[in-house]
């Protein structure tokens, strides 16, 4: 993060700092006190101005409503009232549902602007509209700040929602190329075969396209399209979604929950592929901490964890035991702060770094 050399609006203001958290569907908003521990506060939620508002929007149109949206929000955050001029906040701290550059560019976007698409040097951009300090880092990378500041052992990330990412937090920070690459699994190729469910991103049988809640609930879809008996027998289906193309992921969490045994053997088999990644991850560089969180699997909660853990067993974790497996899947914490949290924290630690260098 850039930050202009005595710049008056981290000398000499308070500590709270406005964040936000850029996501496929929803952009979060709050104030987070960088004081202490920080605290969040004053959290709005909206739907975020890209494609799944505007599906058929070319891409650059939508990159540049959602430069708009988040200046336009930042403003009204700093205290801007109708009739009066925008202000900007004391210092932005974004969270963005893509892979960001230690710049603050934005490589890619698939589930906010859809496939393709030049970068966004959205850092650079918003500090030239709100001439303040800004942070831009990806949303997991955010979220892993959340935990990194509480676990003193190193952990994997899990979500899992819209889409699937992950991110490994060690020795202190986040483990990534200086091109914000790290953390992708939701892109790595686990069908390839012809017909393979095709991902945000024009990638095809991504884990993401997949294990996510999306995949999830397209795989219940061609589940009934295959066995229109077995699904009418479903909870979803005798609670009113007897037609699949009107089901969503509230019910299929809700059957699930519930043991309904329809939708939980679709779950399972989307589990096959992300149990596959945790047993990479783990494999390759020793990680025994998985933190699942992400709006999709924790509204299953408790019995997504088994799930999944279940299918870790099956595979096997190279020298670990069934008890020992179990350990290291845990649930996030179930709110939707993780982002807004993390990159508070962060921008945080960046602004004390920096009033600490400045008065050396």
């Not at 970068?119 to 997991?140: G, I, K, Q, T, Y």
């Not at 945000?200 to 396209?209: F, P, V």
């Not at 519930?258 to 047993?279: E, K, Q, Y």
Request: with cysteine; aromatic share 4%; glycine share 14%.
């Amino acid at each position: 993060m850039a930050i202009p050399p005595g710049d008056p609006t981290v000398t000499e203001t308070g500590e709270a700092v406005t964040v936000m958290d850029v996501g496929g569907t929803t952009l979060r908003v709050g104030t987070f006190d960088t004081r202490g521990g920080g605290r969040l506060s004053d959290v709005r939620r909206m739907p975020v101005d890209g494609m799944a508002r505007h599906p058929d929007t070319p891409v650059p149109v939508l990159q540049g409503q959602v430069v708009d949206q988040i200046v336009r929000e930042a403003e009204r955050r700093a205290g801007a009232h109708p009739g009066t001029e925008p202000t900007s906040p004391p210092a932005l701290a974004v969270a963005f549902a893509g892979p960001v550059t230690r710049d603050g560019t934005v490589l890619g976007a698939p589930t906010v602007w859809g496939a393709g698409g030049e970068p966004l040097p959205l850092r650079e951009l918003l500090s030239a509209r709100l001439s303040v300090p800004v942070l831009v880092v990806n949303d997991l990378t955010a979220a892993a700040w959340r935990y990194g500041t509480e676990s003193p052992v190193p952990f994997c990330l899990l979500t899992i929602s819209s889409g699937i990412g992950n991110k490994v937090f060690r020795d202190g920070d986040v483990l990534l190329d200086i091109e914000g690459y790290g953390g992708e699994l939701g892109h790595w190729t686990c069908d390839r075969s012809p017909d393979a469910p095709l991902c945000d991103c024009g990638g095809r049988g991504h884990l993401g396209a997949i294990a996510s809640g999306r995949g999830v609930l397209a795989a219940v879809r061609r589940a009934a399209a295959s066995d229109p008996a077995g699904y009418a027998r479903s909870a979803p289906a005798r609670a009113g979604a007897a037609d699949p193309r009107f089901l969503g992921n509230p019910e299929i969490a809700r059957a699930v929950r519930n043991g309904d045994p329809f939708t939980t053997a679709v779950l399972r088999s989307t589990l096959v592929h992300l149990a596959a990644a945790v047993g990479g991850v783990f494999a390759s560089i020793g990680i025994r901490q998985y933190v699942l969180m992400g709006g999709f699997a924790l509204a299953i909660g408790e019995r997504y964890r088994e799930l999944l853990v279940e299918e870790l067993v099956r595979q096997g974790c190279f020298g670990l035991t069934a008890a020992q497996v179990d350990a290291m899947v845990v649930l996030g914490e179930d709110d939707d702060d993780h982002g807004l949290i993390g990159v508070g924290r962060l921008m945080g630690r960046r602004l004390a770094a920096h009033r600490e260098k400045v008065t050396l």
